[in-house]
């Protein structure tokens, strides 16, 4: 421990502080009393307290006659320049909390990203183009990037983004969920394969040796795999990196799939190939929310957030439910 003395906080208030430069800016205690709205005798009192807190005597008053003193005139620039960060202090403050806050950060994941987010979009222009007629403000900005569940969770953690639409497994610590909706997923195969020949489509059907699933690291690859009540060491026949491909290794008959019902249309050249089946009974379905860490300071925002896109969804992707 080295020897140098430790500095005591200032002893005193930015109100009295602000009285002191009242003084010094009127040369008069009696204006400055006015100008404060105070009694003169608290005016006195509050530039006593920095005096004494400060240890020098600010001030000479001796009958009419004002005079700062040689500490004053040391001291009162710096008075004013605590008072002047103090201000910009507030100001940013209020700005931070006022509409001129910048965007939220939300990641999304990849399996549904490309066919969640077009909806938001469409959902937030007309919004934006209700808004300008009204000549109300628009709709809550926010900016989308793409990764992958475990991208995101650590992207959260280390606040690189604000908030995250995943489809979570229940092992999230540290988040605060927002639910949005539910999504049901729907059988993919190629027309005439097996699979859409039985009479009535549950989750025992399936096996996942037959599949087309996405990569690791893909949560609604972990998805399928529980649907199919897949052990350890159930692979898919094949492995695709996207949904978009997905669909084309189904179609040159790889094997099926299954597909969440935001991202089930067919590509148009696929169209005489493939064949959507719903599951009979209750679908098996993911649950999609829009999380952020505990504690984050936004998350009235972020909860105004997730209700804006369930509003997005019921107006225009009534094919998954809240």
Not at 50 to 79: C, H, K, N, S, Y
Not at 82 to 87: E, F, K, M, R
Not at 252 to 274: N, R
Request: aromatic share 4%; charged share 25%; hydrophobic share 45%.
């Amino acid at each position: 421990m080295n020897g140098s003395r430790v500095q005591r906080p200032l002893d005193c208030s930015l109100r009295e502080l602000h009285a002191v430069s009242c003084v010094a800016a009127e040369a008069n205690f009696g204006r400055a009393a006015r100008r404060l709205g105070i009694a003169q005798a608290t005016l006195s009192g509050q530039v006593r307290k920095v005096e004494e807190a400060l240890g020098a005597r600010l001030f000479e008053r001796r009958g009419r006659r004002f005079l700062v003193t040689d500490e004053g005139r040391a001291l009162l620039p710096q008075i004013d320049g605590l008072l002047a960060a103090a201000g910009a202090l507030a100001d940013e403050s209020r700005r931070l909390a006022s509409a001129e806050l910048r965007p939220l950060r939300v990641g999304v994941i990849p399996t549904l990203g490309p066919y969640l987010v077009p909806h938001l979009l469409a959902h937030a222009g007309g919004a934006a183009s209700a808004a300008a007629r009204r000549k109300g403000p628009a709709e809550l900005p926010f900016e989308v990037s793409e990764h992958r569940t475990a991208e995101l969770l650590e992207l959260l953690a280390v606040g690189a983004i604000d908030a995250a639409v995943l489809a979570p497994s229940g092992r999230e610590p540290g988040l605060v969920l927002e639910p949005l909706f539910t999504e049901p997923f729907r059988l993919l195969a190629r027309r005439g394969s097996a699979i859409l020949g039985v009479k009535r489509l549950v989750p025992n059907c399936l096996d996942a040796h037959e599949m087309v699933l996405l990569e690791e690291g893909h949560c609604m690859r972990d998805h399928a795999l529980a649907i199919c009540h897949a052990g350890s060491g159930d692979e898919p026949k094949l492995a695709a990196a996207s949904i978009e491909t997905l669909k084309y290794l189904v179609a040159a008959g790889a094997g099926y799939s299954l597909l969440p019902a935001l991202a089930c249309s067919i590509p148009t050249e696929l169209g005489t190939v493939l064949e959507l089946r719903a599951f009979d009974g209750q679908a098996p379905s993911r649950h999609v929310a829009l999380a952020a860490r505990t504690g984050y300071p936004r998350l009235g925002e972020v909860g105004r957030l997730a209700a804006w896109i369930r509003e997005a969804v019921r107006a225009r992707a009534p094919i998954v439910a809240e």
